[in-house]
Nanobody, 119 residues
């Protein structure tokens, strides 16, 4: 069973930075996409960034140039470096794994970590 555990959230000032971590346990295999999402109160969950098993990345326009997704294979961890934070970045941030096994997609979510940006 795959488990995802986010950490690194907290309080930051506008213009500041935070780095979120998503530690994975269990086998995620060689065909997967790891992603970060966020959800602010009253809003739908929003895609932020993804990284494939081959290292390809993709970003939402709202965070492009400010957020960077990366991974450390040795630590089984995916990161989200967030710079130039804004108050409207305040949300619960979630890590997601899409894992393909024998052609079937399996989806896993972490429990989320709160990020609060003050003005």
């Amino acid at each position: 069973q795959v488990q995802l555990v986010e950490s690194g959230g907290g309080l930051a000032q506008a213009g500041g930075s935070l780095r979120l971590s998503c530690a994975t346990s269990g086998s995620i295999g060689s065909s997967h996409i790891m992603a970060w999402y966020r959800q602010a109160p009253g809003n739908q969950r929003e895609f932020l960034a993804s990284i494939t098993s081959g290292g390809g990345t993709n970003y939402a326009d709202s965070v492009k140039g400010r957020f960077t997704i990366s991974r450390d294979h040795a630590k089984n961890t995916v990161y989200l470096q967030m710079n130039s934070l804004k108050p409207n970045d305040t949300a619960v941030y979630y890590c997601k794994a899409n894992i393909w096994i024998i052609g079937l997609r399996n989806e896993y979510w972490g429990q989320g970590t709160q990020v609060t940006v003050s003005s």
